[in-house]
């Protein structure tokens, strides 16, 4: 059995050097984790690390500083953590400790939590530059402001605070936004098992179940795989629930005749899956469905064969609502001129959101779209969504009334490739042979 994929200390260690070489001489970068979540009273959110934070180290428990010092003499790569505490582990599990994060995370020095107010201020000291996200970590920001503060008030000779303080995103997130091949293969993998999820409930779709229902299939399935969580609430939104875009209730019975608009991913490894797939829940498209579908889908198609290298970000967004219109033209949804609705944005009122993202540790991963005002360029190890739709409000008047009510919208994950493009997710079924081919399977 092939081993599934995971980051190792190697490549951790890899991201850090990248890091600091783009770092100026005498600097320091310091990464906080991110804070345990309160869901109610006495009861937390399952904890989930900063992504920057686990980026860089792959440590993934609260209460954690991570700072990386270029060229420093005595270990460029320190992390402050929580010690061990028999009563705290009998609650809540082994914790790591300071002795053996070295040997197990790579770092090259760690120390407790505890002492980071006696230790940190004196590695800030005489550093020429700070790199830190602040405005991210509120709370902390206080604290990094306090130690900064505290070295401009020493009148010690020679202790100076550091000169200027650096956005740490604007370095640390273009090295995120360009996947390396194992980032590929586990972004891969998390689109394997959604696809699995996917084409499960296409199995046992039927009228009369719950969007609950659905959901509790698609969580199921991503969790015996080994995507633990999912990457985002999962959308579950029959009938015209399909028409509200980050529809989630997921509470409403799913009716025969209608359409059933399911956005649902898993996270495996941190790393995120984002699909969408619009199913009859009847097993069979009615006529007016199947028409806005194969538009939906001509857009897709047409927005994924621009994501070539060399290529802008907003080439497939072009490409789409260029499709998105002719269609509506076509079906009698628009009128006019092709190029005067496109420059009118006359598609708006049916499409209202962007053709894709890029995808990563986040779901909605970091990265700029444009570069000095320009649209960024494809380069390989980019990953993006590619999701047209069609959303047509019971309400919207000069429409006929069997289209509407009818939501759709079909989203793959694309990797962009030295000459082309990977689509990750392209083993759920999406054209309207398949889909009905797979429904009617059982």
Not at 246 to 269: P, S, T
Not at 283 to 297: I, M, P, T
Not at 417 to 427: A, I, M, P, Q
């Amino acid at each position: 059995m092939r081993a599934k994929p995971k980051v190792d200390k190697a490549e951790y260690a890899r991201r850090r050097r990248a890091l600091m070489a783009l770092m100026e001489p005498n600097s320091i970068a310091i990464l906080p984790a991110s804070e345990i979540q309160i869901r109610n009273n006495g009861v937390e959110h399952r904890y989930r690390q900063d992504s920057d934070f686990h980026y860089l180290i792959g440590f993934d428990e609260p209460d954690s500083v991570f700072v990386l010092i270029p060229g420093r003499e005595y270990g460029e790569a320190i992390l402050f953590c929580r010690e061990r505490e028999h009563d705290h582990e009998r609650w809540h599990g082994t914790v790591t400790g300071p002795e053996r994060a070295a040997e197990l995370y790579g770092v090259d020095d760690a120390f407790p939590i505890d002492d980071i107010d006696d230790i940190l201020p004196g590695l800030i000291e005489g550093r020429f530059r700070l790199y830190y996200a602040m405005g991210t970590h509120l709370k902390f920001d206080t604290r990094i402001l306090s130690w900064v503060n505290s070295i401009g008030m020493d009148d010690r000779e020679g202790t100076e605070p550091p000169g200027e303080l650096i956005q740490l995103g604007q370095y640390l997130h273009e090295l995120r936004l360009h996947k390396s091949a194992k980032e590929i293969d586990i972004l891969r993998h998390a689109a394997q098992i959604s696809a699995a999820a996917h084409i499960r409930v296409m199995e046992t779709l039927a009228p009369g179940m719950m969007e609950y229902e659905v959901e509790a299939e698609l969580e199921y399935q991503f969790s015996k795989r080994g995507a633990r969580h999912p990457a985002y609430p999962s959308i579950v939104g029959g009938g015209s629930n399909a028409c509200t875009l980050h529809y989630i209730d997921n509470d409403k019975v799913l009716n025969a005749g209608d359409l059933v608009l399911i956005d649902a991913g898993g996270e495996y490894e941190y790393y995120a899956s984002d699909v969408t797939r619009t199913l009859p829940v009847s097993g069979k498209f009615s006529d007016e469905q199947a028409a806005l579908y194969e538009v939906v889908l001509a857009a897709q198609r047409a927005a994924i064969e621009q994501v070539v290298p060399g290529n802008h970000w907003n080439q497939p967004h072009e490409a789409a609502v260029t499709e998105l219109t002719t269609g509506l033209k076509g079906l009698g949804l628009l009128e006019g001129n092709v190029e005067e609705l496109l420059e009118v944005g006359a598609y708006n009122q049916f499409y209202m959101h962007r053709t894709g993202h890029w995808l990563g540790l986040d779901v909605h991963d970091v990265g700029e779209y444009k570069v000095g005002g320009e649209w960024r360029v494809f380069e390989k190890g980019m990953v993006t969504t590619v999701e047209p739709g069609l959303y047509i409000p019971e309400h919207a008047e000069n429409v006929p009334e069997a289209y509407r009510g009818i939501g759709i919208r079909i989203e793959d994950n694309v990797a962009v490739t030295r000459d082309g493009h990977d689509v990750l997710t392209d083993d759920i079924p999406k054209t309207i042979a398949e889909v009905e081919q797979t429904m009617s399977a059982i």
